[in-house]
């Protein structure tokens, strides 16, 4: 059984920072893309940024040279340093990931539970 568990989130103010960890368990044999996601309030879930494996990123016009993902694959681990947090950004954030596991052959996604980052004016 495989999880992914995400913490980092909470309330913070306007211009303010945050990180955010997502750690994958179980019977991992690897881990592909890793991503970000968000929702917020009567929105759509939206993709933040992504991770290959090998460390190539890819983030959103909306949070470029503000946000930056990055992950240790000793720890299956995902983070999220988001930096000069806006208002805008509150959401639930959620962690993705591409996982073999056990004895698949083919990976399968997987997502986490999320995590609230509320940001204040």
């Known amino acids: 059984q495989v999880q992914l568990v995400e913490s980092g989130g909470g309330l913070v103010q306007a211009g303010g920072s945050l990180r955010l960890s997502c750690a994958a368990s179980g019977s991992i044999v690897s881990i592909g893309v890793m991503a970000w996601y968000r929702q917020a309030p009567g929105k759509q879930r939206e993709l933040v940024a992504t991770i290959t494996s090998d460390g190539s990123t890819n983030h959103a016009d909306s949070v470029k040279g503000r946000f930056t993902i990055s992950r240790e694959n000793a720890k299956n681990t995902v983070y999220l340093q988001m930096n000069s947090l806006k208002p805008e950004d509150t959401a639930v954030f959620y962690c993705?990931?591409?996982?073999?596991?056990?004895?698949?052959?083919?990976?399968?996604?997987?997502w986490g539970q999320g995590t609230q980052v509320t940001v204040s004016s």
């Open positions: 993705n990931a591409d996982i073999r596991a056990g004895s698949t052959w083919s990976y399968r996604n997987y």
